[in-house]
């Protein structure tokens, strides 16, 4: 197997948010609670898991949410698609602040924003069937498509590229990739218009990646729908987001466009997981490695200011009393926005080409190009 390859640039999504904003946050919140004392338990405490994040996505585009394990992203999903209650902010979609609505004022609202699990073994019944598994968020909501539902299964099926034949198998008759295209399938059922993608890849093989994303690329490009797609793997967030937005502990540090944030990083975390991709050229010896010191706090008691202060190689006094607003800077891109006093200045040195994937994905993503 060859060494790293360059992600090739032409095969990622356009870089302009298509339509209007079908979903905006803000100031999202979600603190789960710590209670402790003898005999009378009470409130001493709370994780502040998602603690005011911004975001916005637009009709048919593809939102990249990336950060470290634990920064918040998954909670972030859950709260989007009100799997979970948040403690404060707004979520708006299409119009409809969906914040407080309860299940009733939900109903319409739930076929519009479906979910893809990151674990394709778990999020499926292993007692049901394919079919009835697909099958049950129509008769849930009530929807009778034309020709019958087991016709729109057997569809959805084959639009993720397995055998309509596969309907009455049970999950365990599966790999892992088929069972997370079982999984696109589900959420392809109700034809959202919002599909917010939790690691959808991570548990999957390497060389079963390159398949998924390139199918989670043709659902958006027929179908327009916009995704929010988190994930921890540059390369992959970068070759299927148009814009993304990177989370710390909590707090959303930057939103760019995928080839702003990638060759020119202002905040000096987005800069540091980008030091970690691996070089087209592992001998060239150009590419500085930033090396974080200490580890990440705990989300019970942040730091003061900004978040990543304790980390941060530029941190000065202010960054300790002031929490630096997300905001566009001088000297950013129209729609760039970052969350620090002191950013870095735009390097004129960096490539989207250094930002590669994985050989064998590279490699799968090469021969099997859009088309899967």
Partial sequence: MSENVTLP????PTDKPAGEPLLTVEGLTKHFPIYGGFPFKRQVGAVKAVDGVDLTVHAGESLGLVGESGCGKSTTGRLITR??????????????????ANRKQLAPVRSEIQMIFQDPYSSLNPRQTVGTIIKSPMEVNGINPPG???????????TVGLNPEHYNRFPHEFSGGQRQRIGVARALALEPKLIVADEPVSALDVSIQAQVVNLLQKVQ?????????IAHDLAVVRHFSQRVAVMYLGKVMEVADRDSLYNRPRHPYTHALLSAVPEADVDTGKKERIRLAGDVPSPVNPPSGCRFRTRCWKAQDKCATEEPPLVQISGNREGHLTACHFPEEPSTEA??????MDPALAALEEEHGSDD
């Fill in 9 to 12: 640039k032409q095969q990622g």
């Fill in 351 to 356: 490539r989207t080409e250094d930002v590669v």
């Fill in 148 to 158: 019958g539902r087991e016709n729109r299964v057997r569809e959805l099926l084959e």
């Fill in 83 to 100: 799997l979970m209650e948040p403690t404060a902010g707004k979520i708006t979609y299409a119009g409809r602040d969906i914040t407080r």
């Fill in 221 to 229: 490009d027929e179908l327009g729908i916009a995704f929010l797609f």
